[in-house]
């Protein structure tokens, strides 16, 4: 190549990428770059999409409402470029934010049976939670809560206006609908899953601080650990929309159930990652789980867990196979929740780093007095990590990338259980990794606790009442709407003071509360039940984000501790040990 053609190739690329780069000279912390640049690329994207999408609209109906929507949009995304070029970075942020709620409601109202109402919804969530990073990095706590209140009335607006066509859509042909309908839903798809990806590295983002900073001070691991602490609630409302989308999955078409495949296993991946991080910040306080052994059917156990790890494993065409020992078919006594833990960390790293339409298989076999599991998946481990695999933040890279703290966690789990844990080699597979361990074998006399296998069916619990205390409304929101294709009738409650008037007055089969309640928390509503006679029968479930108190409110008498975000999994076995007379036969 000439030097005046490289010059031109190079002036070229740096034109191109300048709008990207907007507002992040002088600055020295990545962080902030990176908040900066995901928002120049953000809007970015979003002005492209706007201009070609829209000119393609407007030359299938040619319409005003086109020619008036499409450019002030992208006005609106190149003005927030502007403003953090000019280092405005804050007004950047709220103005993007702005912008997406205000022509949602906007495309909403005029598009009307042209673009998925479902799918916008779940579009401004992601969009409310990624952009509130930013406001919280510059301190603007309360524009964050301003923001909030306005984007979702915005949004009750627009689902008010699709029920009684306050604003009347422009008429549509069928086949024009129908061509808009899917050029939304997989353009939104698609961003979603944009978003997920950027969410997720953000994630990894702070982990990789974390790990830079540990030996710094312990009140920096204090805060890491509240900061994560926070994001369970808005994951939680992402994770129950996923999981919404799973059950309607057969309602769409093969793209698009690629598309929610996705979205559910960046929002199970995300949860994985919080979960571990709490989980080790109770091994580093020294406020982990007690071993509590009691009978139990390992067999069941094992696929409990192959259930709850299949939805990521199905979406990259991975098939978890299970081999048993009928020698172990009897009870043995050990912690259930630990090794559910130990089963459900370890298949999920195999699935993780697993190739692509391949197979896990997994062992269980009885050698004298010992159990031994083995995980064994296709690919390889980097022979510069093998040794250290079970250390703290040591994780290989691939598509689908972790925290590294999963096997630590496992490797303490199983030693509170009294084995160990190993990367076995396996001279005659080289290209596959497998992982063994071992606990010592317990047999069991005792009754082991029924459970009921997950078996979700629409209303299979029909006819049953739950009382929700949960002040949180995008929380209560989603548990009313997964109860209700439960077939439970729920009844929802603001605060634990009034939920005590309540509680008398419908006798609810089944009551679930948030842990931190106004006026009457969780504690006190559990002693104010157990010091009743007549209301002391009714089991209590408590569902929260501050897993360091389950212990405590497991004492307390509450009948079981579910960690946001929410696995409806987990909910639903739950409900089955207090709802049997209500399952459908």
Not at 10 to 36: C, D, H, N, S, W
Not at 292 to 315: D, F, G, Q, T
Not at 538 to 550: E, N, T, W
Not at 555 to 579: C, M, Q, R
Request: hydrophobic letters at 45%.
């Amino acid at each position: 190549m000439k030097p005046g053609n490289h010059t031109s190739v190079y002036a070229m690329k740096e034109f191109l990428l300048k709008p990207v780069y907007a507002g992040t000279k002088g600055l020295e912390k990545a962080e902030e770059k990176r908040q900066i640049v995901i928002v120049n690329l953000i809007s970015l994207v979003l002005s492209f999409l706007v201009l070609s999408i829209g000119t393609y609209f407007y030359l299938l109906k040619n319409s005003i409402v086109f020619i008036i929507g499409v450019p002030l949009e992208t006005i609106g995304f190149f003005t927030v470029i502007g403003f953090n070029h000019y280092k405005k970075y804050f007004q950047a942020n709220l103005l993007l934010l702005c912008v997406n709620a205000i022509f949602i409601a906007y495309w909403g109202s005029v598009l009307g049976a042209g673009i998925s109402m479902e799918l916008l919804l779940v579009f401004v969530t992601l969009i409310i939670v990624h952009l509130s990073g930013g406001f919280f990095l510059y301190k603007e706590r309360r524009a964050v809560l301003v923001c909030l209140i306005g984007t979702i009335l915005l949004a009750i607006l627009v689902l008010l206006n699709s029920y009684y066509k306050l604003i009347q859509p422009i008429s549509l042909s069928p086949g024009v609908t129908n061509t808009m309908r899917w050029f939304t839903n997989i353009t939104l798809l698609v961003f979603i899953v944009f978003i997920m990806s950027s969410y997720l590295t953000q994630i990894n983002n702070l982990l990789s601080s974390e790990r830079k900073l540990k030996e710094i001070s312990e009140r920096k691991s204090i805060f890491l650990r509240e900061t994560y602490h926070e994001l369970r609630t808005p994951l939680n409302a992402i994770f129950s929309i996923a999981q919404l989308f799973q059950l309607k999955r057969d309602k769409y078409v093969d793209p698009e159930k690629k598309q929610l495949d996705d979205l559910y296993s960046s929002c199970y991946i995300a949860r994985n990652i919080v979960n571990n991080v709490l989980d080790m910040s109770r091994i580093e306080s020294g406020r982990f789980y007690n071993v509590i052994k009691e009978p139990i059917n390992l067999r069941e156990c094992i696929s409990h867990c192959v259930a709850m790890n299949s939805y990521l494993a199905a979406s990259r065409g991975i098939v978890i196979n299970v081999e048993f020992d009928n020698q172990l078919d009897k009870p043995i006594n050990s912690d259930d929740l630990l090794l559910k833990k130990i089963f459900n960390n370890v298949l999920s790293n195999a699935v993780k780093f697993s190739s692509g339409n391949s197979i896990v298989e997994f062992s269980c076999l009885r050698e004298e007095q010992q159990i031994i599991f083995k995980i064994k998946n296709e690919g390889v481990v980097d022979t510069k990590i093998a040794s250290n695999i079970f250390d703290n933040f040591v994780s290989q890279r691939n598509q689908l990338e972790g925290t590294g703290l999963g096997l630590s966690i496992t490797k303490h789990l199983v030693e509170l259980l009294g084995g160990t844990i190993a990367l076995e080699p396996d001279e005659s597979s080289p290209h596959t990794t497998t992982i063994a361990f071992n606990i010592p074998l317990e047999l069991s006399t005792g009754k082991v606790r029924t459970q009921s296998a997950f078996q979700f069916r629409k209303d299979c619990f029909s006819g049953a009442t739950v009382l929700i205390i949960e002040d949180e409304q995008l929380s209560s929101d989603f548990l009313i709407k997964i109860l209700a294709e439960m077939g439970i009738h729920s009844i929802l409650c603001q605060d634990g003071e009034s939920a005590a008037n309540l509680i008398r007055l419908e006798k609810p089969n089944v009551i679930i509360s948030d842990l931190n309640m106004p006026k009457f928390d969780s504690k006190q509503l559990l002693q104010y039940l157990h010091n009743d006679a007549e209301l002391k029968g009714i089991p209590v479930l408590i569902v929260s984000g501050d897993a360091f108190l389950k212990d405590e409110m497991l004492d307390a008498g509450a009948e079981a501790f579910i960690t946001k975000p929410v696995h409806f999994k987990e909910l639903y076995l739950e409900l089955s040990k207090h709802l049997p007379h209500h399952i459908l036969s």
